[in-house]
């Protein structure tokens, strides 16, 4: 008896294995952008979950197709901002899941802060970025006035700006570590590469985690596969 029933388990796994159906999700995301001032810091940072709906049997053969360069083909995808606003009073967190895919130039022109968006340009409301008008775009300049995403910016009219890079698919070597002190207040202590991490250091208090990001690949529940990706 003790010896069948561990075959009967077995023989069980291996007849519905191949017929399970399976929620996976890939986060690819993990950067985005620090821009800071005298008093204050603001964190724009991406989340771009991929997911996947595989048999058991598609799942076994992945590594195979993956080697021919034939991967599964992702059933849906997502993108979110995050935006963290870092104050001496506290963290205000925002997020946006609309009108992000292609955000970037993050760029900071007196008291507001400006990206390039999917059909213009858009500003900061203070909860989310919303686009402008094209006479509003032509007052502060156009596009022409929006900083490249690769080019760093320091105490430009007071801001600073420096990306916070997460690595790319397949990267194991970024890694890297630097920090801002602001305003002689608060530090933010960034880890750049897989994972992505972000801590708060205020003066005689212990480090807040703000943010962290590992990339992989991960067989998630039905119920957060669609809470993820809004298919329930």
Request: glycine content about 10%; aromatic content about 12%; some cysteine.
């Amino acid at each position: 008896m003790f010896l069948i029933l561990p075959v009967l388990i077995v023989f069980g796994v291996a007849l519905i294995f191949p017929r399970a159906k399976f929620h996976l999700i890939r986060e690819d995301g993990g950067g985005g952008y620090l821009l800071w001032r005298a008093d204050e810091a603001y964190l724009f940072m991406f989340e771009r979950p991929v997911g996947y709906y595989l048999s058991g049997a598609e799942l076994f053969a992945e590594p195979i197709n993956e080697y021919f360069y034939a991967s599964a083909v992702p059933n849906n995808s997502a993108w979110a901002l995050i935006t963290l606003h870092v104050t001496t009073s506290g963290v205000e967190r925002h997020v946006q899941k609309s009108m992000i895919v292609g955000m970037n130039s993050f760029t900071p022109l007196g008291d507001d802060i400006y990206a390039n968006c999917p059909g213009g340009i858009c500003r900061w409301s203070g909860t989310q970025f919303e686009l402008i008008s094209r006479e509003q775009e032509q007052k502060i300049g156009a596009e022409d006035k929006l900083v490249s995403e690769l080019k760093q910016l320091y105490d430009a009219n007071g801001w600073s700006r420096r990306p916070i890079r997460s690595a790319m698919p397949g990267e194991s070597q970024l890694h890297s570590q630097f920090s801002v002190e602001v305003g002689k207040q608060f530090s933010l202590l960034v880890t750049e590469g897989n994972p992505t991490s972000v801590y708060l250091q205020r003066l005689n208090h212990s480090k807040q985690g703000l943010w962290y990001s590992k990339q992989g690949l991960s067989i998630v529940s039905k119920a957060k596969y669609e809470r993820v990706f809004g298919t329930d």
